[in-house]
C-alpha cells in the first residue's frame, strides 16, 4: 500500500513521544543523553544548535547510529537516552521512528528548533 510524508510523519509520532524543551533541559541535568540536530549543516551554521547536542543530518542518520556501518558514531549507544530535534518536527519524528525501528529504546522527539531558543536554551553559535 502507497504512503505519502503526511502518513508516514503521523505513524512517527504515534511511535515517538514529543517533549517540551524544557524536558529535554532536565535530562540534560541528568546526563546519559544524546541530543541529535537532523537538520542539514547549512541550517545549523545559520542558526547554531541545542549546546550539547551532535548534528547528524538526517540522511546520515542511520549510518552513524548502526555499529556494523563505516560512519557509526559512537556517541549512539543504546543505553542512552536520544532526543531529535529539526527546524519543526517533522525530520525530527521520522529520525525518531528509524532510531526506535534500529533498536533504541529511549527516544523523543522536541521538535522544532526554535522552541529551543525560544524557552531560552544554550545556543551553541559556533557547532
Known amino acids: 500500500m502507497a504512503t505519502n510524508v503526511k502518513d508516514?510523519?503521523?505513524?512517527?509520532?504515534?511511535?515517538?513521544?514529543?517533549?517540551?524543551?524544557?524536558?529535554?533541559?532536565?535530562?540534560?541535568?541528568?546526563g546519559n543523553v544524546l541530543i541529535v540536530d537532523v537538520r542539514d549543516p547549512l541550517e545549523v551554521e545559520q542558526s547554531g544548535m541545542v549546546e550539547g547536542a551532535v548534528n547528524v543530518p538526517r540522511g546520515m542518520l542511520e549510518f552513524r547510529a548502526d555499529p556494523s556501518s563505516p560512519y557509526h558514531d559512537n556517541a549512539f549507544a543504546k543505553d542512552?537516552?536520544?532526543?531529535?530535534?529539526?527546524?519543526?518536527?517533522?525530520?525530527?519524528?521520522l529520525s525518531?521512528?528509524?532510531?526506535?525501528?534500529?533498536?533504541?529504546?529511549?527516544?523523543?522527539?522536541?521538535?522544532?528548533?526554535?522552541?529551543?531558543?525560544?524557552?531560552?536554551?544554550?545556543?551553541?553559535?559556533?557547532?
Open 8 to 30: 508516514m510523519i503521523q505513524a512517527a509520532n504515534q511511535a515517538v513521544p514529543k517533549i517540551t524543551p524544557d524536558e529535554v533541559k532536565k535530562m540534560k541535568e541528568k
Open 96 to 127: 525518531g521512528k528509524v532510531l526506535k525501528d534500529m533498536g533504541f529504546k529511549r527516544v523523543y522527539n522536541m521538535g522544532g528548533f526554535k522552541d529551543w531558543e525560544d524557552s531560552g536554551g544554550k545556543v551553541d553559535k559556533n557547532p
Open 80 to 93: 542512552k537516552t536520544v532526543v531529535v530535534y529539526c527546524a519543526s518536527g517533522g525530520r525530527s519524528a
